[in-house]
């Protein structure tokens, strides 16, 4: 069946990298997604990486995807404690034209250390 | 601001009452899907619309339905509400080219 898989905590210096690792099972996925939730708030799109892609940039955003290994990963740079969030790693069932519900990992709890 | 718009923010209820929770879809989004987040289960499709129509169906309970009205905001209701119900509900809305999903607030539901 499908699942999405994601380490519960990851815990950091201010201004360092944070890496976010994510292993998916659906190899047709189209679309794969990070989505960040702040305390007691709604879910944040942060990027999304098209299946044919191994990598997309944005800003200081890195995603790295390794499509024979099923795995994907966010990298932020210059981490800063406005950072300090759960990261959802998610894939689509779809392939476009509104089919897609989306599969959730169980999110990575980031703390940023100052 | 996602531009997915969800009421109320809050509801506190009881045990075997029934609430209904309320959507409105980014401006041209003809797709709504409606989530649950809870802490054990962790965020799961319940269930999709798009433009009026069911498409997907996920873990959505027997007790809990939901549709989308002509003007693509969408309702989920919830009847015989057990304590186990108590979560966030989330809905998000897509276009048809992206099929990126955008999420709202959420509805965070308390059964006592």
């Known amino acids: 069946g499908e699942d999405v898989e994601q380490s519960l905590f990851l815990s950091v210096r201010e201004g360092d990298s944070s890496v976010i690792n994510c292993t998916y099972t659906d190899s047709s996925s189209t679309y794969l997604y990070w989505y960040k939730q702040e305390p007691g708030a709604g879910l944040q799109l942060l990027t999304y990486i098209f299946s044919n892609m191994d990598m997309k940039q944005d800003q200081r955003l890195t995603v790295l995807l390794n499509k024979k290994d099923k795995h994907l990963s966010l990298r932020i740079a210059d981490t800063q404690t406005g950072d300090s969030a759960i990261y959802f790693c998610?894939?689509?069932?779809?392939?476009?034209?509104?089919?897609?519900?989306?599969?959730f990992g169980k999110g990575t709890k980031l703390s940023v250390k100052p | 601001d996602s531009g997915v718009t969800q009421t109320p923010k809050h509801l506190i209820t009881a045990t075997g009452q029934r609430v209904t929770l309320r959507c409105s879809p980014r401006s041209g989004d003809l797709s709504v899907y409606w989530y649950q987040q809870s802490l054990d289960q962790g965020l799961q499709f319940l269930i999709q619309?798009?433009?009026?129509?069911?498409?997907a169906k996920g873990n959505i309970l027997e007790r809990f339905s939901a549709q989308q009205f002509p003007d693509l905001h969408s309702e989920l209701n919830l009847s015989s509400l057990e304590l186990g119900d108590s979560a966030l509900y989330f809905c998000?809305?897509?276009?048809?080219?992206?099929?990126?999903?955008?999420f709202g607030p959420g509805t965070r539901l308390t059964v006592l």
């Open positions: 998610a894939e689509s069932m779809g392939d476009g034209g509104s089919q897609g519900n989306l599969i």
């Open positions: 998000a809305s897509s276009d048809y080219i992206t099929d990126t999903q955008y």
């Open positions: 619309y798009y433009n009026g129509e069911e498409r």
